[in-house]
């Protein structure tokens, strides 16, 4: 019924399993088998529950693929078409092979998101100790909605920290071949094509411009490893050439870089100097460098020194980019919310956080405790009141409290005590006896002490059958409205079941106490 | 902590010490009380300056009289920076130990570019611009003319400063330039002016060395400084090419051609004003005839130019006649460059001192010595009559008015000495230290201090000067933190050598190249390679691309590469400090001599291994070199090849001892080339690198050198904490006062 919605890339057929001979299908989301002259699949996995896949070696009679899953248990194919055999487990495990990556991803993420947030939430953990390990529900459902809740806050700031960087050598890892006629073979994987993207994003941008309507994707790369662009000791770019837009934008681009200067004044190469000699003093260092004297072989080294600083600088930036992106649109923000001043003194604390670095002696300064981040205070007001609403005509601000402030000391200053009407010493001492703790108007602190009757123990034990009990209550209302069939299901068989089996619990749990008691 | 120097209290700042800083301490106290000059070499990282501020500093305390001001030179913007906050980290302990307010007034004085609080001025970007750009808001005729007309813009920071700023003094404290700034803006008073003029009564000074050397600024800015004060230039290893740039003229065919333009422009101007206001030429003539004594009390900011030479020669004479009136000058101006034109379409090289320069001009087209003295003080007081603002324009003709008075200047035993050379460079370079002389000469004690000045004695040999203390102190560590190693094999057997016959063989460079493939798969984080020559690392860089050993260093780091354009550079640092920092590990190439090994340090995981290819001979074949090294063997009796390998020398120290910045910094210095390991070379290493080298550290090979390293970084990855440095490396006041340890002090300490 699913195989309906679901696109079949590759159908295999004569493929036995378990001895019965059967139809392989490979689909978007999973490989499935289903026995011959049945419209059912017997077998069924999801990509992402597959941890790899094994294939028989060459020469061997039978020809098969193994596909392992994460659980441990493998499921074994056997190609049987005799004439096609060797074909067909190829062509299926090309396919496995480009698909399983994407899923294997997936897959890891999750299973170590969850690991993660088990680990870090010791609740969430008792939890899924007393209603998975205990078999009251099943793990899926257990995450079902957990994970969806939580991919919306951790998993993707926790994301952009996992990201993993390039290569810096990726370029150098498409090792040419020759194809024995005189060509060149260049292998290229996905990997490497992510890398080129993401390092130069150019070249990303012609990708999306011209594959697939002017090019294809093979002849898109036959012309960038022709390019003048992929060879760094380029020195003339042709107009025809496609990419030499994409040398163009990234002279720009290091133009633009050179022009921002840099940030860290300790490094300033230009400010470093107090004061350079003028024009035509001082002594001619090394021979004259005028552009004329150049040779064609000088350019092409410089041309080389210059790419080889581009290239690192933009690995560097791809695996930084994400970050960057998110944390310019913070400063961007708000630099347009905070007043303009707050961009001008901005500027010097980095110059002077780096000169004190830069004079601090390590082993001289006595532990001064780990290092803190300084607050970064846009406005003031906001830290100390919080959000208000728009129309807050009546809050204090912190000029009112001083000022206050100031009033009351003021006036406590001229304050003189009214001696003559004061009530007797009796009065006022039964009054506060009346007021502490355990007097007679104090009576309503006394039910804290409950906490302190029950043993800690079952606190923790109560709290946790609460914890589960909730979370079982939770499953059973989000099935509400029950508008599927699936749902139906799910309310009538096993919630029910579960609700039973929280209640067995607590009753288990009631009884043993009562024992205890008694 | 308080500590007792011969009978001196020094309040130091911190709680340890180094036993070095205190044996620094002793030495410096000894130059300051014989009144004389010091040679100190102590490596970096070792907390001189602040030893250096907390002695000085508790000797003006207890003798106001006899050291009335430090005049700390430094080289770089940051550095001095980095010295003031050290200052004001000293003066806040002195103000927490006594109680006392802080009665001390220190300063850092930098140029207009980065004092300029002006919101036009100060957004120009070179400091060039900065400057014409505030002469023309700041010179007395453009304020005299806004009395006239009001619209006239001017700058009002000057307005203001000048209006007040004088008769209040600036309150005592330690003003770094942003502190200036702060200052300056919330008074509305020109920064920059207030330093210039703050500086005359400041206790502490803290500028660059061009503010008292480069005789062209000095007269401007330093002339007023007292002799009993003390002058410290620290990272002083190449101070002798400081003098001899500031002194050193090129004049190319196009300077001739700009200064023809330049000369023309007078010739109209004068006319016009001739027309206009004779009265003014007239006035000028009478000023002139009085003598420049009073030109020269004319307002600080007509700075079109200023003297090249010591002023009080000039001043006391009259501006000979046949230049004292504008049309003559500007004739005379006109013979000169023509003269000068006919030297440079000369197609031989000529070198001649400068009498002999002089007797020619004089033969070929009578001009005398003594006119061409005055050249540039003349052309200064016709450009302040003309009104011209934008001296910008007038570079080109200044230029060759000081070229005029430089070389009928110091003509006498002094070597002068012009080239033409066939191409389009006539220069001239007056290849003496006689810039040093009259600072030695002028202030009581000068102390010239850096990491690298070994050998000791050749300093006071090309600065013609006779120290009272000369010592070079060595770094007590309680771990060898720094592992140099002298490579040079490859794994083949084939010597590395970057010598010239060698330089350029294929095998030489594939082993240079494999030495650092090798290196970036042991060494974590930063490693910083320098090559002799930019041009040299161009080919290298070109041939390892070409055999693919660029691209396998790239598989283990990135590669950032120093360019001749400043800008890209500091990019490509940025960067590189960038990937440092976030784990990915980088090498930086670059080029000794070049701005990065001067001015940037590598501190802990910035530079990890410091790789020297080769050994950093300057450029041999140049005349300028040529002409220096025989004025060197004539006066001083420094042979060529001494001087040549102490110049190679203390370059490879200074690039090398980048990587260590102190006691818990470590790092690998290499040194690839075979001739390292020969005595003479080696010996001219600062002690406290030469003493880790061992004879099982000579001529390795490359596999050799990745053991030793491998070895090296392992054992300095290993926590080190401050108390496996205590009483070893490290002291307490306590440890220091025991006998053995002070014993053990004295020897740390070695006399030249």
Same mark, same amino acid.
């Given at each position: 019924?699913?195989?309906?919605?679901?696109?079949?890339?590759?159908?295999?057929?004569?493929?036995?399993?378990?001895?019965?001979?059967?139809?392989?299908?490979?689909?978007?989301?999973?490989?499935?088998?289903?026995?011959?002259?049945?419209?059912?699949?017997?077998?069924?996995?999801?990509?992402?529950?597959?941890?790899?896949?094994?294939?028989?070696?060459?020469?061997?009679?039978?020809?098969?693929?193994?596909?392992?899953?994460?659980?441990?248990?493998?499921?074994?194919?056997?190609?049987?078409?005799?004439?096609?055999?060797?074909?067909? +487990? /190829?062509?299926?495990?090309?396919? #496995? %092979?480009? &698909?399983?990556?994407?899923?294997? =991803?997936?897959?890891? @993420?999750? $299973?170590?998101?969850?690991?993660?947030?088990?680990?870090?939430?010791?609740?969430?953990?008792?939890?899924?100790?007393?209603?998975?390990?205990?078999?009251?529900?099943?793990?899926?459902?257990?995450?079902?909605?957990?994970?969806?809740?939580?991919?919306?806050?951790?998993?993707?700031?926790?994301?952009?920290?996992?990201?993993?960087?390039?290569?810096?050598?990726?370029?150098?890892?498409?090792?040419?071949?020759?194809?024995?006629?005189?060509?060149?073979?260049?292998?290229?994987?996905?990997?490497?094509?992510?890398?080129?993207?993401?390092?130069?994003?150019?070249?990303?941008?012609?990708?999306?411009?011209?594959?697939?309507?002017?090019?294809?994707?093979?002849?898109?790369?036959?012309?960038?490893?022709?390019?003048?662009?992929?060879? +760094? /000791?380029?020195?003339?770019?042709? #107009? %025809?050439? &496609?990419?030499?837009?994409?040398? =163009?934008?990234?002279? @720009?681009? $290091?133009?633009?870089?050179?022009?921002?200067?840099?940030?860290?004044?300790?490094?300033?190469?230009?400010?470093?100097?107090?004061?350079?000699?003028?024009?035509?003093?001082?002594?001619?260092?090394?021979?004259?460098?005028?552009?004329?004297?150049?040779?064609?072989?000088?350019?092409?080294?410089?041309?080389?020194?210059?790419?080889?600083?581009?290239?690192?600088?933009?690995?560097?930036?791809?695996?930084?980019?994400?970050?960057?992106?998110?944390?310019?649109?913070?400063?961007?923000?708000?630099?347009?919310?905070?007043?303009?001043?707050?961009?001008?003194?901005?500027?010097?604390?980095?110059?002077?956080?780096?000169?004190?670095?830069?004079?601090?002696?390590?082993?001289?300064?006595?532990?001064?405790?780990?290092?803190?981040?300084?607050?970064?205070?846009?406005?003031?007001?906001?830290?100390?009141?919080?959000?208000?609403?728009?129309?807050?005509?009546?809050?204090?601000?912190?000029?009112?409290?001083?000022?206050?402030?100031?009033?009351?000391?003021?006036?406590?200053?001229?304050?003189?005590?009214?001696?003559?009407?004061?009530?007797?010493?009796?009065?006022?001492?039964?009054?506060?006896?009346?007021?502490?703790?355990?007097?007679?108007?104090?009576?309503?602190?006394?039910?804290?002490?409950?906490?302190?009757?029950?043993?800690?123990?079952?606190?923790?034990?109560?709290?946790?059958?609460?914890?589960?009990?909730?979370?079982?209550?939770?499953?059973?209302?989000?099935?509400?409205?029950?508008?599927?069939?699936?749902?139906?299901?799910?309310?009538?068989?096993?919630?029910?079941?579960?609700?039973?089996?929280?209640?067995?619990?607590?009753?288990?749990?009631?009884?043993?106490?009562?024992?205890?008691?008694? | 902590?308080?500590?007792?120097?011969?009978?001196?209290?020094?309040?130091?700042?911190?709680?340890?010490?180094?036993?070095?800083?205190?044996?620094?301490?002793?030495?410096?106290?000894?130059?300051?009380?014989?009144?004389?000059?010091?040679?100190?070499?102590?490596?970096?990282?070792?907390?001189?300056?602040?030893?250096?501020?907390?002695?000085?500093?508790?000797?003006?305390?207890?003798?106001?009289?006899?050291?009335?001001?430090?005049?700390?030179?430094?080289?770089?913007?940051?550095?001095?920076?980095?010295?003031?906050?050290?200052?004001?980290?000293?003066?806040?302990?002195?103000?927490?130990?006594?109680?006392?307010?802080?009665?001390?007034?220190?300063?850092?004085?930098?140029?207009?570019?980065?004092?300029?609080?002006?919101?036009?001025?100060?957004?120009?970007?070179?400091?060039?611009?900065?400057?014409?750009?505030?002469?023309?808001?700041?010179?007395?005729?453009?304020?005299?003319?806004?009395?006239?007309?009001?619209?006239?813009?001017?700058?009002?920071?000057?307005?203001?400063?000048?209006?007040?700023?004088?008769?209040?003094?600036?309150?005592?404290?330690?003003?770094?330039?942003?502190?200036?700034?702060?200052?300056?803006?919330?008074?509305?008073?020109?920064?920059?002016?207030?330093?210039?003029?703050?500086?005359?009564?400041?206790?502490?000074?803290?500028?660059?060395?061009?503010?008292?050397?480069?005789?062209?600024?000095?007269?401007?800015?330093?002339?007023?400084?007292?002799?009993?004060?003390?002058?410290?230039?620290?990272?002083?290893?190449?101070?002798?090419?400081?003098?001899?740039?500031?002194?050193?003229?090129?004049?190319?065919?196009?300077?001739?051609?700009?200064?023809?333009?330049?000369?023309?422009?007078?010739?109209?101007?004068?006319?016009?004003?001739?027309?206009?206001?004779?009265?003014?030429?007239?006035?000028?003539?009478?000023?002139?005839?009085?003598?420049?004594?009073?030109?020269?009390?004319?307002?600080?900011?007509?700075?079109?130019?200023?003297?090249?030479?010591?002023?009080?020669?000039?001043?006391?004479?009259?501006?000979?006649?046949?230049?004292?009136?504008?049309?003559?000058?500007?004739?005379?101006?006109?013979?000169?460059?023509?003269?000068?034109?006919?030297?440079?379409?000369?197609?031989?090289?000529?070198?001649?001192?400068?009498?002999?320069?002089?007797?020619?001009?004089?033969?070929?087209?009578?001009?005398?010595?003594?006119?061409?003295?005055?050249?540039?003080?003349?052309?200064?007081?016709?450009?302040?009559?003309?009104?011209?603002?934008?001296?910008?324009?007038?570079?080109?003709?200044?230029?060759?008015?000081?070229?005029?008075?430089?070389?009928?200047?110091?003509?006498?035993?002094?070597?002068?000495?012009?080239?033409?050379?066939?191409?389009?460079?006539?220069?001239?370079?007056?290849?003496?230290?006689?810039?040093?002389?009259?600072?030695?000469?002028?202030?009581?004690?000068?102390?010239?201090?850096?990491?690298?000045?070994?050998?000791?004695?050749?300093?006071?040999?090309?600065?013609?000067?006779?120290?009272?203390?000369?010592?070079?102190?060595?770094?007590?560590?309680?771990?060898?933190?720094?592992?140099?190693?002298?490579?040079?094999?490859?794994?083949?057997?084939?010597?590395?050598?970057?010598?010239?016959?060698?330089?350029?063989?294929?095998?030489?460079?594939?082993?240079?190249?494999?030495?650092?493939?090798?290196?970036?798969?042991?060494?974590?984080?930063?490693?910083?390679?320098?090559?002799?020559?930019?041009?040299?690392?161009?080919?290298?860089?070109?041939?390892?691309?070409?055999?693919?050993?660029?691209?396998?260093?790239?598989?283990?780091?990135?590669?950032?590469?120093?360019?001749?354009?400043?800008?890209?550079?500091?990019?490509?640092?940025?960067?590189?400090?960038?990937?440092?920092?976030?784990?990915?590990?980088?090498?930086?190439?670059?080029?000794?001599?070049?701005?990065?090994?001067?001015?940037?340090?590598?501190?802990?995981?910035?530079?990890?291994?410091?790789?020297?290819?080769?050994?950093?001979?300057?450029?041999?074949?140049?005349?300028?070199?040529?002409?220096?090294?025989?004025?060197?063997?004539?006066?001083?009796?420094?042979?060529?090849?001494?001087?040549?390998?102490?110049?190679?020398?203390?370059?490879?120290?200074?690039?090398?001892?980048?990587?260590?910045?102190?006691?818990?910094?470590?790092?690998?210095?290499?040194?690839?080339?075979?001739?390292?390991?020969?005595?003479?070379?080696?010996?001219?290493?600062?002690?406290?690198?030469?003493?880790?080298?061992?004879?099982?550290?000579?001529?390795?090979?490359?596999?050799?050198?990745?053991?030793?390293?491998?070895?090296?970084?392992?054992?300095?990855?290993?926590?080190?904490?401050?108390?496996?440095?205590?009483?070893?490396?490290?002291?307490?006041?306590?440890?220091?006062?025991?006998?053995?340890?002070?014993?053990?002090?004295?020897?740390?300490?070695?006399?030249?």
């Amino acid at each position: 019924m699913a195989a309906l919605s679901e696109e079949v890339l590759l159908v295999v057929k004569k493929v036995r399993q378990r001895k019965q001979d059967g139809t392989l299908y490979l689909m978007t989301e999973r490989i499935a088998w289903g026995p011959e002259g049945k419209d059912r699949f017997t077998v069924s996995h999801l990509y992402a529950d597959i941890r790899c896949q094994k294939i028989s070696p060459e020469g061997k009679a039978k020809i098969q693929l193994q596909l392992v899953l994460h659980t441990g248990e493998s499921t074994t194919f056997h190609f049987a078409n005799e004439s096609t055999a060797m074909k067909d +487990r /190829d062509a299926a495990k090309d396919l #496995l %092979q480009q &698909l399983l990556p994407k899923f294997k =991803k997936k897959a890891n @993420k999750e $299973l170590e998101e969850k690991n993660r947030m088990l680990q870090e939430d010791p609740v969430l953990f008792q939890l899924y100790k007393d209603l998975v390990v205990s078999q009251v529900i099943s793990a899926e459902e257990f995450w079902a909605n957990r994970l969806k809740l939580s991919s919306t806050d951790h998993f993707s700031s926790n994301n952009n920290k996992q990201e993993v960087g390039i290569s810096a050598a990726f370029l150098a890892d498409i090792r040419p071949q020759t194809d024995g006629c005189n060509g060149l073979r260049y292998n290229l994987t996905t990997d490497i094509i992510e890398s080129i993207f993401r390092t130069y994003p150019a070249v990303k941008q012609k990708y999306a411009e011209n594959v697939p309507h002017n090019l294809t994707e093979k002849d898109f790369w036959t012309r960038f490893f022709q390019s003048h662009y992929f060879h +760094r /000791d380029r020195i003339n770019t042709g #107009l %025809q050439d &496609l990419f030499s837009e994409c040398a =163009k934008q990234d002279e @720009k681009g $290091l133009k633009s870089m050179v022009v921002q200067g840099v940030k860290n004044p300790m490094v300033d190469l230009l400010s470093l100097e107090d004061k350079t000699l003028d024009e035509g003093y001082g002594s001619l260092t090394g021979p004259s460098t005028s552009n004329s004297s150049k040779t064609v072989k000088e350019n092409s080294n410089s041309a080389i020194i210059k790419r080889f600083n581009h290239h690192s600088a933009m690995v560097l930036a791809a695996g930084l980019r994400k970050m960057d992106t998110s944390s310019d649109q913070a400063s961007e923000t708000s630099s347009t919310d905070g007043n303009s001043r707050d961009s001008d003194t901005f500027q010097p604390p980095i110059k002077k956080v780096k000169l004190q670095e830069a004079i601090e002696y390590e082993d001289f300064q006595n532990e001064t405790g780990p290092k803190t981040i300084a607050l970064k205070l846009k406005k003031f007001d906001r830290y100390s009141h919080g959000p208000v609403p728009l129309q807050s005509h009546h809050y204090s601000t912190s000029q009112d409290i001083i000022s206050s402030v100031s009033c009351i000391q003021e006036e406590m200053s001229c304050y003189k005590p009214c001696l003559t009407q004061v009530m007797s010493s009796s009065a006022a001492s039964s009054a506060i006896t009346a007021l502490s703790p355990g007097g007679a108007l104090m009576q309503t602190g006394a039910h804290q002490t409950v906490s302190q009757l029950v043993p800690v123990d079952i606190q923790s034990e109560l709290k946790h059958l609460y914890t589960a009990a909730g979370e079982l209550l939770r499953h059973f209302w989000s099935c509400f409205p029950v508008n599927t069939p699936f749902l139906e299901e799910k309310l009538i068989s096993h919630l029910e079941e579960m609700i039973q089996a929280a209640y067995n619990k607590f009753h288990a749990w009631q009884m043993r106490r009562m024992m205890k008691k008694t | 902590m308080k500590l007792n120097i011969e009978g001196l209290l020094v309040y130091f700042p911190y709680d340890y010490i180094y036993p070095e800083q205190y044996s620094y301490m002793l030495e410096l106290k000894r130059t300051l009380d014989a009144k004389g000059h010091g040679v100190l070499e102590m490596p970096s990282g070792t907390g001189k300056t602040i030893s250096l501020l907390s002695l000085i500093v508790a000797y003006q305390k207890a003798y106001p009289l006899e050291v009335t001001k430090l005049i700390y030179c430094s080289r770089t913007v940051p550095e001095i920076e980095k010295v003031v906050e050290e200052l004001r980290k000293l003066m806040d302990f002195y103000t927490k130990e006594t109680g006392e307010k802080n009665n001390f007034l220190a300063l850092a004085l930098s140029s207009r570019k980065n004092l300029c609080i002006h919101p036009e001025v100060s957004s120009l970007r070179f400091g060039k611009e900065v400057d014409g750009k505030c002469h023309s808001l700041t010179a007395s005729y453009i304020r005299a003319e806004r009395h006239s007309n009001p619209s006239q813009p001017v700058c009002r920071f000057y307005e203001e400063f000048d209006a007040v700023g004088r008769q209040v003094p600036i309150p005592p404290g330690i003003y770094n330039l942003d502190d200036l700034k702060e200052f300056g803006r919330r008074r509305g008073w020109c920064p920059y002016y207030l330093a210039r003029y703050a500086i005359l009564h400041a206790n502490i000074v803290v500028y660059s060395y061009h503010y008292l050397l480069d005789p062209k600024i000095a007269d401007l800015v330093s002339k007023e400084l007292a002799k009993k004060s003390v002058v410290v230039f620290d990272e002083a290893h190449n101070i002798d090419n400081v003098c001899i740039d500031s002194m050193s003229v090129n004049i190319t065919r196009r300077t001739l051609d700009r200064c023809q333009a330049n000369v023309d422009t007078l010739q109209t101007t004068i006319r016009r004003i001739k027309e206009t206001d004779a009265a003014k030429l007239q006035e000028e003539y009478r000023r002139l005839v009085e003598g420049l004594k009073e030109t020269s009390a004319a307002r600080e900011t007509d700075i079109y130019m200023s003297n090249p030479i010591l002023p009080d020669e000039v001043l006391q004479e009259a501006v000979p006649g046949n230049i004292r009136t504008a049309e003559h000058f500007v004739g005379f101006l006109k013979r000169f460059l023509e003269y000068l034109k006919a030297r440079l379409r000369v197609h031989h090289v000529v070198q001649e001192s400068s009498p002999q320069f002089l007797k020619d001009i004089f033969e070929k087209v009578c001009i005398d010595r003594k006119p061409l003295r005055f050249c540039a003080e003349r052309l200064r007081s016709l450009l302040r009559t003309l009104e011209i603002a934008d001296i910008a324009d007038f570079s080109a003709i200044t230029l060759i008015s000081n070229f005029a008075t430089l070389v009928s200047t110091y003509s006498k035993g002094k070597r002068a000495a012009p080239y033409s050379d066939s191409t389009t460079s006539n220069n001239v370079k007056s290849s003496n230290y006689i810039l040093f002389q009259p600072v030695f000469e002028r202030f009581q004690s000068v102390v010239i201090t850096s990491g690298t000045l070994s050998p000791l004695d050749i300093y006071p040999r090309i600065l013609d000067f006779h120290p009272v203390t000369m010592a070079s102190f060595t770094m007590t560590l309680a771990r060898t933190c720094l592992c140099p190693l002298i490579v040079g094999r490859g794994n083949d057997q084939v010597a590395m050598s970057s010598k010239f016959e060698t330089r350029e063989d294929f095998a030489v460079i594939r082993n240079y190249g494999n030495l650092l493939l090798e290196l970036s798969a042991v060494v974590p984080d930063g490693i910083v390679a320098f090559f002799t020559s930019y041009v040299y690392m161009e080919n290298i860089v070109a041939s390892w691309y070409e055999q693919g050993i660029l691209e396998n260093i790239q598989r283990n780091k990135l590669i950032f590469i120093e360019t001749q354009d400043a800008a890209e550079t500091s990019v490509a640092l940025e960067k590189y400090q960038e990937a440092c920092e976030n784990g990915r590990g980088a090498i930086l190439l670059s080029v000794a001599r070049g701005k990065v090994s001067e001015g940037i340090d590598f501190v802990h995981h910035f530079g990890r291994a410091v790789i020297m290819f080769g050994v950093p001979y300057v450029y041999t074949q140049s005349r300028i070199l040529k002409a220096r090294l025989e004025y060197l063997r004539d006066q001083y009796q420094i042979r060529e090849n001494d001087f040549l390998t102490f110049d190679a020398m203390r370059h490879a120290a200074q690039c090398v001892g980048r990587a260590i910045r102190g006691k818990t910094d470590y790092g690998l210095m290499i040194f690839a080339d075979k001739r390292y390991a020969r005595a003479d070379k080696r010996g001219k290493l600062p002690r406290w690198i030469q003493e880790h080298i061992t004879d099982g550290s000579l001529n390795l090979t490359i596999d050799e050198t990745m053991q030793l390293a491998k070895h090296f970084l392992r054992q300095m990855a290993q926590p080190f904490r401050r108390e496996d440095q205590l009483g070893l490396s490290l002291l307490t006041l306590e440890q220091l006062q025991s006998e053995d340890m002070l014993q053990k002090i004295s020897q740390i300490a070695q006399q030249a």
